[in-house]
């Protein structure tokens, strides 16, 4: 187990994590992390490239379906 303490940055509060966990996890500053809570713990989940893409695909098709629609006709 891994203990560490939440550090200052800025106006808000950050954790670092050691080279080693990014390494196990193939995570880096550039990846984007999903963060889930349960209300006494913190979940971060790294994200793909995929997953965004296919997340930002269904938001633009559920926001403009209707343009999408007069488009297509």
Known sequence: ML???LIKI???VGCTFPKS???LL???EET???ITTDGHSITLTPI???DRFQDAMENATRDHSEAFER???
Do not use: W
Request: no cysteine.
């Open 3 to 5: 203990t560490k303490k």
């Open 10 to 12: 800025g106006s808000s």
């Open 21 to 23: 966990v990014l390494q």
């Open 26 to 28: 193939k995570i880096d």
């Open 32 to 34: 984007t992390m999903e």
């Open 48 to 50: 793909s490239k995929e």
């Open 71 to 73: 488009l297509a006709k």
